[in-house]
């Protein structure tokens, strides 16, 4: 069975902090590993990662896959309020197109 | 800009009566998911569907049936709602391609069952 593991669950952090959400996957025939940020309600798409050690970035959020550990990373630096969300991580499964989900880390930034 | 719209956003059933969920997407995709999304327990996913009237059960169906006439539509719907579905149902699509995997979320409905 296919499995996705983030942590932490939750995180409160201050504002202009720099945060690092895990996430650890086992996958029959990896593809692919996902990142999504859901604020209020509809995630939406961040980053598809397919190789190792190659860094997506957009702004202040940037994320790396180890397929050698079977983790990826997502950094964001210099968190301001609006990183509040729900940091979701996900990979398709073996000949599939449906996703598996991490169950998420809830990131609270504070002023 | 693509869209994916879920017909309510919040909605209150009471035990027994039969629900349905829609969701409509006009991106022109072959897939389409519904997820249920849980405190502690993130996103499960409940059918999807690759096709006009095809569809394949995913984690959680039980208690749940889908309907895809049109490939724009497809609805889920309780037989006959109970508690333990009040949740948060998440529509999604994604094309047909395999490299292209993200998915296109809805803005969610909000599920009460009392």
């Known amino acids: 069975e296919d499995k996705v593991v983030q942590s932490p669950l939750s995180l409160v952090v201050h504002e202009g902090d720099t945060v690092t959400l895990n996430c650890s996957y086992e996958v029959t025939n990896f593809r692919s590993l996902l990142w999504y940020k859901q604020e209020k309600k509809a995630p939406t798409f961040l980053f598809m990662l397919t190789s190792s050690g190659i860094e997506k970035k957009s702004g202040r959020l940037s994320s790396i896959l180890d397929k050698k550990e079977l983790f990826s990373i997502l950094n964001i630096t210099a968190t301001q309020t609006g990183d509040s969300a729900i940091y979701l991580c996900?990979?398709?499964?073996?000949?599939?197109?449906?996703?598996?989900f991490g169950k998420g880390t809830k990131l609270s930034v504070i002023p | 800009d693509v869209k994916v719209t879920q017909s309510s956003r919040y909605l209150v059933k009471r035990t027994g009566e039969k629900v349905f969920l829609e969701c409509v997407q006009d991106?022109?995709?072959?897939?389409m998911f519904w997820y249920r999304q849980d405190p502690g327990l993130g996103l499960r996913l409940i059918y999807f569907?690759?096709?006009?009237?095809?569809?394949e059960k995913g984690d959680i169906p039980e208690g749940y049936s889908v309907s895809r006439e049109k490939k724009e539509r497809f609805s889920l719907i309780l037989e006959s709602a109970s508690t333990n579905q009040t949740s948060m149902y998440l529509c999604?699509?994604?094309?047909?391609?395999?490299?292209?995997?993200?998915?296109?979320f809805g803005s969610g409905t909000q599920l009460s069952v009392l």
């Open positions: 996900a990979s398709p499964g073996a000949g599939s197109y449906q996703l598996t």
């Open positions: 569907s690759y096709d006009v009237k095809m569809k």
């Open positions: 991106m022109d995709h072959e897939n």
């Open positions: 999604a699509s994604s094309p047909w391609s395999a490299t292209n995997e993200k998915l296109f």
